[in-house]
Nanobody
Framework: QVQLVESGGGLVQAGGSLRLSCAGS????????MGWYRQAPGKQRDLVAG???????NYADSVKGRFTISRDNAKKMVYLQMNSLKPEDTAVYYC?????????????WGRGTQVTVSS
């Protein structure tokens, strides 16, 4: 089973950028599709971006053109580059292994990393 630890969150002004990192473990890391999810207060946890084991990507409409997901299997890392941040991007961000068909998260949740965008 892959264990995941998120980092890189913080407080940023609207229009700024952050790069989130997700450190994985386990010999099967490269075989999994990976997703970044976020949960704002009082809202459900939703997919932000996903990347398959073959590096095909998928994005929520709200972040297309602003966020980029990538992975480095040799380092067992997944990244989320977030540009042109908006206050509505404020949330706790989590990474997880995922089923590609509907990007349903299939692993255990980590602690996440808080992203706060001020207006």
């Amino acid at each position: 089973q892959v264990q995941l630890v998120e980092s890189g969150g913080g407080l940023v002004q609207a229009g700024g950028s952050l790069r989130l990192s997700c450190a994985g473990s386990g010999s099967m890391f490269s075989a999994y599709a990976m997703g970044w999810y976020r949960q704002a207060p009082g809202k459900q946890r939703d997919l932000v971006a996903g990347i398959t084991d073959g590096a095909m990507t998928n994005y929520a409409d709200s972040v297309k053109g602003r966020f980029t997901i990538s992975r480095d299997n040799a380092k067992k890392m997944v990244y989320l580059q977030m540009n042109s941040l908006k206050p509505e991007d404020t949330a706790v961000y989590y990474c997880n292994t995922a089923r590609v068909d509907k990007w349903f998260p299939i692993g255990s949740w980590g602690r996440g990393t808080q992203v706060t965008v001020s207006s």
